[in-house]
Every structure is written in structure tokens, then in C-alpha cells.
């Protein structure tokens, strides 16, 4: 029988614990799962394409049938490169739903027979973002339990310059 073979493609700036409920739901429906991450020059990220799949890889190294990629270009001339029948995205709430809405349908339109497959992670993890985890670190905020520890401590250490986000919050 043929493998199933599934693209998670983001930005990942950075790896949210919601990111890792989602590749581990993902890693037990496909065979394949390839978390792809964006080179988007357009963009300026906080972490850089390097940190990311450093990260990345030392995060998924448990689940032996995920593995970390860098792309660029058109997600469904990556997916057809390597032979993935599905694209898998994340939905927390309906506010995702248009924007997922339209890639998935622009995906679909450019490759009718890439799938997209839409999970939802654990409700722990309904409200974690990219964006929000940076901007609470950014304010001194705790974003424990949020991002694996590794993201953590690179996010103190890139931001408050490697002080705790507790230590910040005292000397203020
Ligand atoms: O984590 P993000 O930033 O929401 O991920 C967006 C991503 C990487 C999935 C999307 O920007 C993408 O697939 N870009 C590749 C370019 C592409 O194929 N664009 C047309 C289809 S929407």
C-alpha cells in the first residue's frame, strides 16, 4: 500500500506546545510527516531559519516517522515533490477558519488532489500563538508551559537579554 505522506508547513517563530500536539496527532494518522517550515524573506522573524530547525528537530527527534524542512516557493510544488497527498494545519478556534479557509482552497485550486487536513489541538492549548507567546515574553510575561523549554530560554535570553521573565518582573 501506498504511505501517506503529510506536509506541516509554517512559520514556527517560534515552536509552540500547541505546534507539538498537533505533529504528534499528525505523526499518528500519517506515515510521513514532514513539518516544513517557510523561508519567507518578507518576513523578520525572532528566531532565525537556523534556530527554528534546530529547535524543531531537537523537539521532534521522539517521533520517528517526523522530520524538519526548510522551504520556499509554492507549498504545492513542495508537496509534490515529495510525494505528500496532504497538507495538515492547525485549527483553534473560528477565527482560524477564514484565513485557513482560503489558503486550503487556494491550495486546491493550484492542486486539486492535495488534501488539506484540519486538527484541532488540545483545548490546553486553544489560545497559544506565535504571536502572543512573543508578545507576552516581550512584556516580561511567563510563557512557561506554553513552549517547550528550549524556546523558553532562547526567548529570555533574546528579549530580556538572559534574565528570567520573574527576575524582570521583580527589578521592576
Ligand atoms: O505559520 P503560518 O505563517 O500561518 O504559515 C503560513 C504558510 C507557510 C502555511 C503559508 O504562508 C504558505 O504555505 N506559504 C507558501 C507559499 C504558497 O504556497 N502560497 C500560496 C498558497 S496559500
Same mark, same amino acid.
Given at each position: 500500500?501506498?504511505? !501517506?505522506?503529510?506536509?506541516? $508547513? ?13 505533529? *504528534? ?15 519567507? #524573506? %518578507?518576513?523578520? $522573524?525572532?528566531?532565525? =531559519? ?13 517521533? #520517528? ?35 485557513? =479557509? ?7 485550486? =493550484? ?9 484541532? #489541538? @488540545? ?6 500563538? !506565535?504571536?502572543?507567546?512573543? %508578545?507576552? @515574553? ?9 513552549? #517547550? @523549554?528550549?524556546? *523558553?530560554?532562547?526567548? *529570555? ?7 528570567? @521573565? ?7
Amino acid at each position: 500500500m501506498k504511505k !501517506s505522506i503529510a506536509i506541516y $508547513p509554517g512559520s514556527f517563530d517560534p515552536l509552540t506546545n500547541g505546534h507539538l500536539d498537533l505533529i *504528534e496527532r499528525g505523526s499518528k494518522i500519517f506515515d510521513e510527516l514532514i513539518v516544513a517550515i517557510l523561508r519567507n #524573506p %518578507e518576513k523578520d $522573524p525572532l528566531f532565525t =531559519l537556523e534556530e527554528r530547525i534546530q529547535i524543531l528537530e531537537a523537539e521532534i527527534a521522539r517521533w #520517528p516517522n517526523v522530520r524538519a524542512e526548510v522551504f520556499d516557493g509554492l507549498l504545492v510544488d513542495y508537496a509534490r515533490r515529495h510525494d505528500a497527498g496532504a497538507v495538515l494545519r492547525g485549527i483553534r478556534a473560528i477565527s482560524d477558519y477564514e484565513y485557513e =479557509l482560503q489558503m486550503a482552497l487556494m491550495n486546491r485550486k =493550484l492542486d486539486p488532489r492535495l488534501e488539506t487536513v484540519f486538527m484541532m #489541538p @488540545a483545548e490546553a492549548y486553544s489560545y497559544v500563538s !506565535s504571536r502572543l507567546v512573543k %508578545e507576552v @515574553a516581550r512584556l516580561g510575561g511567563s510563557v512557561r508551559g506554553l513552549v #517547550p @523549554a528550549i524556546v *523558553e530560554q532562547r526567548l *529570555e535570553s533574546k528579549i530580556n537579554g538572559g534574565k528570567s @521573565a520573574a527576575a524582570k518582573r521583580k527589578s521592576k
